[in-house]
Every structure is written in C-alpha cells, then in structure tokens.
C-alpha cells in the first residue's frame, strides 16, 4: 500500500470517527444488542428497526476508540436498506478485509475499503470488528428466538 492510500484510509476514518452516522437513538427498536471489546472495556450499542425483511434504519452508539467508532459508522451507513441476509455477508466480508484476505464478493465496498489499512495493526482489529461482531450476533439471536445478550469481539 503506497503511503498516499494510507492516507486516504486514514482521512476516511477520521471522518467517520467526527461525524458518525446512525448516532440518533432509534425509538421502539425491533433488535438491540450491546458488544464490549474485552481488551479494552469499551463498549457499543446497537438498534435496529426494520421494514419488512429490509432495516429501516440503525443506531450504533459506540464508547470507544476512533476506528470502533469509524467502524460502528460505516456499519450503519452499509446495512440500511438490506436483509439481515445481506447484513451478515457484509459483516464476512468485513471481517476478511481485516484479516488482509482478498475480496471476490460482488459488492460497492464504498468507504469500507479503508478498513483494509487496519490490518497492519493487528491489536486494532478487535476495534474495527466491535460492530460487526455485535451485529452479527444480534441477528443470529433474531433468527434462533434466543436472547440478545451482550457480545464479545473474539
Ligand atoms: Fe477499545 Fe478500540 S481501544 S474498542
């Protein structure tokens, strides 16, 4: 990666982190769950309002550090509009861009792209995963009828 795309990397996740989106609290939620990344304490929570089989819209409040807080963003700016389905592929494909895998998935990755620069520093993946992985579970709880508890990045 060539140190101007580190830039632009970090320029969109400074600008995720000062302007969040989905930072208005969502009244009469249809899912929330809360996530802590253990290493650190920091913590997030999530509502979602969904129309039909589509989210409506999301909230993530995030206590945490600039690129949970960038991450938590993004998430809500990518899964307004889609399936649960179409959720947890995002979340997949996030969490191998973390991991510095390729791809092949046919989607606009948009400003999610810059989450690539975070796997140079392996102690920030747990911080960049924080949404994803609260999202995920928050879903699966939905699908299986089990209790939103709260969740952990792994
Ligand atoms: Fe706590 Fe990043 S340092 S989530």
Excluded at 116 to 139: E, H, Q, Y
Aim: glycine share 8%; charged share 30%; net charge negative.
């Amino acid at each position: 990666m060539s140190e101007q795309l580190s830039d632009l990397y970090r320029d969109i996740i400074m600008e995720h982190y000062r302007f969040p989106r989905g930072k208005i609290p969502i009244a009469a939620p249809d899912i929330t769950r809360e996530g802590q990344n253990p290493a650190c304490g920091d913590e997030i929570e999530i509502k979602v309002k969904m129309d039909g089989d589509k989210v409506r819209d999301i909230s993530v409040d995030c206590i945490g550090c600039a690129i949970s807080i960038a991450s938590g963003s993004m998430l809500a700016d990518m899964i307004r509009g889609k399936t649960l389905a179409e959720a947890k592929k995002i979340a997949r494909i996030v969490k191998a861009l973390l991991k510095g895998e390729e791809v092949n998935e046919d989607i606009e990755l948009g400003d999610l792209d810059a989450l690539r620069g975070v796997n140079k520093f392996p102690v920030r993946i747990k911080c960049a995963m924080l949404s994803w992985t609260t999202l995920v579970d928050a879903i699966e709880a939905e699908e299986t009828g089990g209790i939103n508890d709260v969740s952990t990045t792994e």
